[in-house]
């Protein structure tokens, strides 16, 4: 692999690098103007992450730990904020921001490209260019936009766009606004963001979304929320008409997805991901620069896996949803 930043790669080539499905970006315009509302979005501040963060950063910190290619994505709260033209605007400069990072840098970057929902025709146009213009990897969606989940009827356009597509759709969490102040003192990332993605899988298979986006290769993160804890209540709990809904049954369905392990490196919450899903649907993702590449690959070098398990979470995993990522890969 070729130097990028200050630290030495050379350790780093073929099928020993990391890809990174989950590797956020902080557009310096975005910044600029929603600073009060990214405050807004976690507890009050923002972090130093937030107000540090470069591509060269990025590079550094992927090379220091032996990522080889980071897919690119905005964080929560994401380009809407109410007024559907700048939500339209702020997803197109976004997405045309990390289109310039993947070009500028062959082989180190992709990139789940933002869309504004929920304005159904806005969110088709930026499908339409990101995954034709710009050439993107998949697209990048919150688990819940104005107190609705990614299975609400008002989305299907935009859903169906995306199976016809056979998109790979990486979904985010965020906090909605029903849920941001629970518990005083609480700061809502702790337990509200891995609680939205079990929201938004549980919605999305009781209203038979996800059987019916059957091409879709969804990426959730953070070992799927609590998903794996709820798992036995969906069965227990579920609506009595749900077979016709989810013909193939709730742990196909749950079976099939695919997870990444950011921020969930603990023993108990891998065991709890790995008696769900096999290690086929596990990959790796960081969360940075909010967590730091480098706490993921110590946990995930420090769990009781074999080799090949951690060769296909490292790596083959994310390979067999973006196969240009073996074809690109940077040079040593």
Same mark, same amino acid.
């Given at each position: 692999?070729?130097?990028?930043?200050?630290?030495?790669?050379?350790?780093?080539?073929?099928?020993?690098?990391?890809?990174?499905?989950?590797?956020?970006?902080?557009?310096?315009?975005?910044?600029?103007?929603?600073?009060?509302?990214?405050?807004?979005?976690?507890?009050?501040?923002?972090?130093?992450?937030?107000?540090?963060?470069?591509?060269?950063?990025?590079?550094?910190?992927?090379?220091?730990?032996?990522?080889?290619?980071?897919?690119?994505?905005?964080?929560?709260?994401?380009?809407?904020?109410?007024?559907?033209?700048?939500?339209?605007?702020?997803?197109?400069?976004?997405?045309?921001?990390?289109?310039?990072?993947?070009?500028?840098?062959?082989?180190?970057?992709?990139?789940?490209?933002?869309?504004?929902?929920?304005?159904?025709?806005?969110?088709?146009?930026? &499908?339409? %260019?990101? *995954?034709?213009? /710009?050439?993107? #990897?998949?697209? =990048?969606?919150?688990?819940?936009? @104005?107190?609705?989940? !990614?299975?609400?009827?008002?989305?299907?356009?935009?859903?169906?766009?995306?199976?016809?597509?056979?998109?790979?759709?990486?979904?985010?969490?965020?906090?909605?606004?029903?849920?941001?102040?629970?518990?005083?003192?609480?700061?809502?990332?702790?337990?509200?963001?891995?609680?939205?993605?079990?929201?938004?899988?549980?919605?999305?298979?009781?209203?038979?979304?996800?059987?019916?986006?059957?091409?879709?290769?969804?990426?959730?993160?953070?070992?799927?929320?609590?998903?794996?804890?709820?798992?036995?209540?969906?069965?227990?709990?579920?609506?009595?008409?749900?077979?016709?809904?989810?013909?193939?049954? &709730?742990? %196909?369905? *749950?079976?099939? /997805?695919?997870? #990444?392990?950011? =921020?969930?490196?603990?023993?108990? @919450?891998?065991?709890? !991901?790995?008696?769900?899903?096999?290690?086929?649907?596990?990959?790796?993702?960081?969360?940075?620069?909010?967590?730091?590449?480098?706490?993921?690959?110590?946990?995930?070098?420090?769990?009781?896996?074999?080799?090949?398990?951690?060769?296909?979470?490292?790596?083959?995993?994310?390979?067999?949803?973006?196969?240009?990522?073996?074809?690109?890969?940077?040079?040593?």
């Amino acid at each position: 692999m070729a130097k990028t930043g200050k630290t030495d790669t050379s350790s780093c080539c073929g099928s020993g690098c990391l890809i990174d499905v989950h590797h956020h970006i902080v557009p310096p315009f975005y910044l600029a103007e929603n600073s009060a509302r990214i405050a807004d979005s976690r507890g009050g501040q923002i972090s130093r992450a937030w107000l540090e963060w470069t591509p060269q950063k990025a590079l550094d910190a992927m090379d220091d730990h032996g990522v080889e290619t980071a897919i690119l994505s905005l964080s929560t709260p994401g380009v809407w904020f109410g007024d559907a033209q700048s939500a339209r605007d702020t997803a197109r400069r976004s997405n045309e921001y990390a289109a310039e990072l993947v070009q500028k840098h062959p082989g180190r970057f992709g990139l789940f490209a933002a869309i504004p929902l929920p304005d159904i025709s806005g969110s088709l146009a930026e &499908i339409h %260019y990101a *995954l034709d213009v /710009l050439k993107a #990897d998949g697209i =990048g969606l919150l688990t819940s936009y @104005a107190d609705r989940w !990614l299975g609400d009827a008002a989305f299907a356009p935009v859903m169906d766009e995306l199976d016809r597509r056979h998109a790979v759709v990486f979904v985010h969490p965020t906090v909605p606004s029903c849920c941001q102040n629970l518990i005083p003192a609480v700061m809502p990332l702790i337990s509200e963001v891995t609680q939205d993605t079990t929201r938004a899988i549980t919605n999305m298979l009781f209203t038979g979304t996800l059987s019916r986006l059957s091409h879709v290769r969804f990426i959730f993160t953070h070992a799927g929320g609590h998903v794996p804890m709820v798992a036995g209540r969906m069965h227990q709990y579920g609506p009595a008409d749900l077979a016709p809904r989810v013909p193939r049954g &709730i742990d %196909y369905e *749950l079976r099939r /997805l695919f997870y #990444d392990i950011a =921020g969930t490196t603990s023993l108990p @919450a891998i065991a709890a !991901l790995t008696s769900l899903v096999p290690i086929t649907q596990i990959l790796f993702g960081s969360d940075n620069p909010y967590i730091p590449v480098g706490e993921t690959v110590r946990g995930l070098a420090s769990l009781d896996l074999s080799e090949s398990d951690l060769k296909a979470i490292r790596r083959g995993n994310a390979l067999s949803l973006f196969p240009r990522l073996g074809r690109d890969a940077p040079l040593s």
